[in-house]
């Protein structure tokens, strides 16, 4: 509880380093921590990049974190040994914007996989298709990219050359937030120096044997623009992983589910039975076996995911009830 005399400001984190939290407030980064009481606190509850929280300001030391507001999306994803424990990444952020370049980078698989953890976390998913120039005929990569889900949006950009940038515009309006997710090389640091205007953020040399860069990002952070725009910046990442993104995957591929609901039988396998509208979409062409493929594999990786999730969660609670125990007495 908040002591009534104790006075509280508000301030958004724009990037933690361990313990320590940064925050900003009326324009200018200070350093603070948790308060006590986070310690009973879900992982999911503590602080991540992006959330506004309340504060009690030290100008002499670490300000204290007390609590954190409501949030209006948050994107989590498992963590990268695939053990189902989740990372929660980024708060309020109202676009996420998909960065993949058009060279051996590109992958429509690994798009999908962030179009369904973008809309799982009530983000509108942006696909930035970089490198344009290099690319002869990038309308069908658009094309393929749009196939994903009706709620994905989607540009082919040349950052470099300020090609198709001012297509971004739209979402450059002051109080929105923007986080930036993509492989390293993708381009993610050009496109946030061409938003900016200026030479924010080092951008690193793309190797042409493997089209790939080295990490320019090693942390999220959020940075404000002049403009009123907030962009967060996140370490590149080659996958990612599915968990606790039924809604996500459902919202993807909102096709499959409209055919399911057309097969005769509610509990259709799509295997042998007859009157199975998926087979028959599959069959007609209007459904791409690929594309089928992928959301089954989303589907089982996410069950299977949430599955280690609440069985490690159930170990943990149980872990810290024994270590609080002798403390109070138990």
């Not at 974190?65 to 980024?90: C, H, N, W």
């Not at 429509?108 to 298709?129: C, D, E, K, M, T």
């Not at 089928?292 to 009830?321: D, G, Q």
Request: charged share 25%; with cysteine.
């Amino acid at each position: 509880m908040n002591n009534s005399n104790e006075k509280f400001s508000k301030g958004r984190v724009s990037a933690i380093h361990k313990n320590s939290y940064i925050l900003r407030y009326e324009g200018k980064d200070i350093s603070a921590k948790l308060k006590g009481s986070f310690r009973e606190e879900e992982a999911e509850n503590l602080p991540v990049v992006g959330d506004y929280v309340s504060f009690a300001y030290n100008e002499n030391g670490d300000s204290l974190i007390a609590s954190v507001y409501e949030r209006t999306s948050f994107l989590q994803r498992p963590d990268q040994a695939k053990t189902g424990v989740m990372q929660y990444m980024v708060a309020n952020v109202d676009y996420t914007f998909i960065v993949t370049s058009l060279n051996e980078d590109y992958s429509f698989n690994r798009i999908a996989r962030y179009a369904s953890v973008a809309l799982q976390g009530h983000s509108i998913p942006v696909v930035i298709l970089t490198k344009s120039d290099l690319c002869s005929n990038y309308g069908r990569y658009i094309r393929e990219v749009e196939s994903v889900s009706d709620q994905v949006r989607v540009h082919a950009i040349s950052a470099l050359y300020g090609i198709g940038t001012d297509e971004l515009q739209e979402y450059m309006r002051p109080g929105v937030t923007i986080c930036l997710m993509g492989s390293s090389g993708a381009g993610k640091s050009t496109l946030l120096n061409e938003l900016a205007g200026e030479d924010l953020m080092k951008t690193s040399a793309v190797r042409e044997s493997d089209s790939t860069g080295r990490h320019t990002t090693t942390y999220r952070q959020l940075i404000e623009l002049d403009n009123g725009v907030s962009i967060i910046d996140t370490p590149g990442m080659r996958e990612i992983g599915m968990a606790s993104s039924e809604q996500g995957i459902d919202n993807t591929f909102s096709d499959i589910l409209a055919l399911e609901k057309n097969c005769k039988f509610s509990d259709c396998k799509h295997d042998t039975e007859p009157g199975c509208a998926i087979k028959a979409a599959l069959e007609s062409g209007e459904l791409l076996i690929e594309r089928y493929n992928l959301y089954k594999s989303l589907l089982s990786e996410n069950t299977r995911n949430y599955a280690k999730k609440k069985e490690i969660s159930k170990w943990a609670k149980a872990a810290k009830k024994m270590k609080m125990s002798p403390r109070d007495g138990g």
